[in-house]
């Protein structure tokens, strides 16, 4: 195919993937309700478990602030019913360069490919929301007289913008969703004989850097959410490694003296430091 070509097939993806998504998001305005009390709800548990004062809320500022939060909160939802439909449509645009024997591969894609996604996003809620929530607003509270030198206290309590909260849970369920991806593409990879086992232990330690770099772009400012998007990126990297071990094609042997040359550079250092 020429370039041309690819330009016109990625625009036919891109245009199928628009209107799919459209449709569910459509699909999600009818139950944006649901949607709202299913995401909020680490967020209500944080609030009672921290005894914060009065009732959790979400504040819209004017009229449209709320029909905007939940049309972004549609599109979350439209994104997550769309899944199949958007990672196929992926496939069918590089399926053209790929082998007879790798385009069977389709049905697996697609299938494990939404239940990472799905599955990632189920993980950010149901445990790194909790702890991130528990955390943050463990923020507030009062400064007692003891910390303050004045003849009352002075109350630090939240007060969370609807459409900043959708905002951020949306953020963090692509995120978790994306990550738990790794292993497929990795997995492909390996296959594919772009890369082996060996180039993901070379580099793991660039990774676990790279994890970290990417949890605090994409997480609050505070430690306990970007060690729990971090830890979980570190896990499926060393998953990874196991499966490009096991279906991956071997390293050649040039690959491996490679290898041996690098681990022996590493440990250079060490020596000369205990010399």
């Known amino acids: 195919m020429t370039i041309w070509e690819h330009l ?7 245009i199928i993937i628009i209107i799919v998504l459209v449709v569910a998001a459509g699909l999600a305005w009818e139950i944006r309700e649901t949607l709202l009390a299913f995401l909020v709800k680490p967020y209500v548990d944080a609030w009672r478990e921290n005894g914060v004062p009065g009732n959790p809320m979400l504040h819209f500022q004017t009229p449209a602030a709320a029909f905007m939060a939940y049309f972004k909160l ?4 439209g994104a997550v019913i769309a ?3 958007i990672f196929y449509q992926l496939w069918a645009f590089v399926a053209p360069g790929l082998y007879a024997k790798e385009k069977k591969f389709v049905i697996p894609f697609v299938i494990s490919s939404t239940l990472l996604f799905v599955g990632g996003g189920y993980f950010g809620w149901k445990l790194a929301f909790p702890l991130a929530f528990k955390y943050l607003l463990g923020l507030g509270g009062s400064l007692s007289q003891i910390v ?3 003849d009352v206290e002075l109350a630090v309590t939240p007060t969370v913008m609807m459409g900043d909260y959708i905002s951020f849970v949306t953020r963090m369920l ?4 994306l990550i738990f991806e790794i292993p497929l593409f990795i997995f492909f990879l390996s296959v594919a004989g ?3 086992y060996l180039h993901l232990i070379r580099y793991g330690r660039w990774f676990v850097v790279a994890a970290f770099l990417v949890a605090a772009m994409l997480t609050p400012p505070d430690i306990t959410s970007q060690t729990m ?6 896990a499926l990297y060393v998953l990874s490694i196991l499966l490009a071990y096991i279906f991956g094609k071997p390293p050649t042997d040039a690959q491996r003296e490679a290898f041996k040359r690098h681990k022996k550079e590493m440990k250079e250092p060490l020596k000369k430091a205990k010399g």
């Open 229 to 234: 998007m971090a830890l979980p990126m570190i």
């Open 148 to 150: 303050l030198p004045l």
């Open 194 to 196: 772009i890369i082996n």
């Open 8 to 14: 016109a097939e990625l625009r036919k993806r891109l």
């Open 174 to 177: 692509l995120g978790f969703g």
């Open 83 to 85: 899944a199949p439909i």
């Open 74 to 77: 549609s599109l979350l939802g």
